[in-house]
Structure formats: structure tokens, C-alpha cells
């Protein structure tokens, strides 16, 4: 009942926040720096599939400099991260409710820094391959919206999904490091932010693969 009533007021309180999100990022594209009052040469970092919000929120508040973008799908999901980044009056933290699967109409050619990929769904079950967001067509999509160097971070509690993506990045081109299959045993851990799946995946004791994939393009 508390849930059916919350998704019901999904629009007002998108509403309430609406200075941290875009309802129309298209018209964003190629200039989100500018509309969102930073400098043109400061770091621009994409979240896709933010859940909730915990790591971009604790993120950004980390690195108040560079600017933070967050994607994700689920309205009733980002509304949470939203109304976070909205409580700890985050500056550089902005969201995108949509699909990844139309990133290349939100950003040009060249424009993000870092994509950061968090437990991103493994789609195993129903052997899609195509739609987890590691497959080859969105790496192809994310080469060419960041800029030379750029890089994926990509983590994950499911071993398919990271040895399917380990091969996918190295398949399209991508230098491979700081790959680990137990981050939190690892010499990464102490500067990792967990998310709220890994919080829970890591309270189960089940290890967190994680891997940074360098883009080459020149
Ligand atoms: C398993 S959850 C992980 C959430 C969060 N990153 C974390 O680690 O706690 C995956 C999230 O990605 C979102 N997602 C999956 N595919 C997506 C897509 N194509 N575009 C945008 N969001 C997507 C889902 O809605 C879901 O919230």
C-alpha cells in the first residue's frame, strides 16, 4: 500500500527536484558542461544504471569538481537517487531518466570522461546477450561518446557477465586493468564506494569482480 502510494506521487515529486534532472536531454547533447555551470574542462562523469544513488551521490560529494550524470530507467528507482542528491544538496550530480540504449542522442562525440557500469543486469537467464550493457554495441556506443583514454568502470557480482565482458572489451579494442575477481580483498578496496547491490551481494559473501577498460581510439 505505502509502495502503490509512493509510485502514485512519482510526478509530483519529480517535480520538486526538477532542478536536478533533464526531462529532455537530447538538448543537452554536446554541451552539458555548460548547461550545468561548469567549466568546459572539467571532468565529465556518466553513471548508467544508477539504482538508487548511493555511489553517485557519495561520489560526487568526493569530487566536488568534476560533473556526475546519472542514467537510469526506472523512474520510481532514480526518483530515490534524485531525492537524495536533493537532501545532501549535491552541486555537480545531475540525472537522466532514460534507456542507455539512446545515449548517443544525449551525448556527442567526445564528451564524457568516465562511464561507471555498477551491477549492471546480467540477463543470463534468458540468454540475451545483446542487452546487457557490456555487449559489444554499447561498447561501441560508449567509445564514441568519451573521449580519447576514456574509460569504463565496470563491477559485478555475476561471474558470466564479467567473463563475457572481460572478452567484449578486449574483442572491441579496450586496454584491460585493475582487473580483480575479489575487489574487496584486493589493493582497490579502500578507495572502492560500494552501491547498494554490492552492499548486499558483499553481506552474502559473494566476491565483487571488477575491471577498468581503457578506451584507444585516437
Ligand atoms: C541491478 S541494478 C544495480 C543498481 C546500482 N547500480 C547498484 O549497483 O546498486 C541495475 C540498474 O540498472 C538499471 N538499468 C538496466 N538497464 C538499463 C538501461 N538500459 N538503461 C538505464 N538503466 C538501466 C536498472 O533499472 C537497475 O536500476
Redesign the pocket.
Known amino acids: 500500500m505505502t509502495r502503490l502510494r509512493a509510485k502514485r506521487h512519482i510526478p509530483e515529486r519529480m517535480e520538486r527536484c526538477a532542478d536536478l534532472w533533464f526531462a529532455l536531454p537530447a538538448t543537452n547533447k554536446g554541451k552539458w558542461r555548460e548547461v550545468c555551470g561548469f567549466p568546459a574542462d572539467c571532468k565529465l562523469f556518466l ?6 544513488g ?2 553517485c551521490t557519495e561520489t560526487a560529494i568526493a569530487n566536488p569538481d568534476a560533473l556526475y550524470i546519472a ?4 523512474s520510481s ?1 532514480i526518483l530515490a537517487a534524485i531525492e537524495k542528491a536533493k537532501e545532501l544538496e549535491i552541486k555537480n550530480l545531475f540525472f537522466v531518466n ?4 539512446n545515449l548517443m542522442d544525449y551525448f556527442e562525440e567526445n564528451e564524457v570522461d568516465r562511464i561507471y557500469l ?4 546480467p540477463w543470463t537467464r534468458k540468454k540475451k546477450p545483446k542487452r546487457r ?1 557490456t555487449y559489444r554495441d554499447f561498447l561501441k556506443v560508449y567509445e564514441t561518446i568519451m573521449k580519447p583514454g576514456g574509460e569504463v568502470r565496470f ?1 559485478t557480482d555475476n561471474t558470466l557477465l564479467f567473463e563475457f565482458s572481460v572478452n567484449e572489451f578486449t574483442e572491441c579494442g579496450f586496454t584491460l586493468s585493475e582487473v580483480t575477481r575479489d575487489l574487496h580483498n584486493s589493493e582497490w578496496n579502500e578507495e572502492n564506494v560500494r ?4 552492499q548486499k551481494f558483499a553481506d552474502e559473501g559473494i566476491p565483487i569482480k571488477r575491471l577498468v577498460a581503457t578506451s584507444n581510439k585516437k
Not at 98 to 101: I, Y
Open positions: 553513471e548508467i544504471g544508477c539504482g538508487k548511493k555511489f542514467l537510469e530507467r526506472e528507482v532514460a534507456d542507455a540504449k555498477n551491477f549492471s543486469d550493457l563491477k552501491t547498494e547491490f554490492e
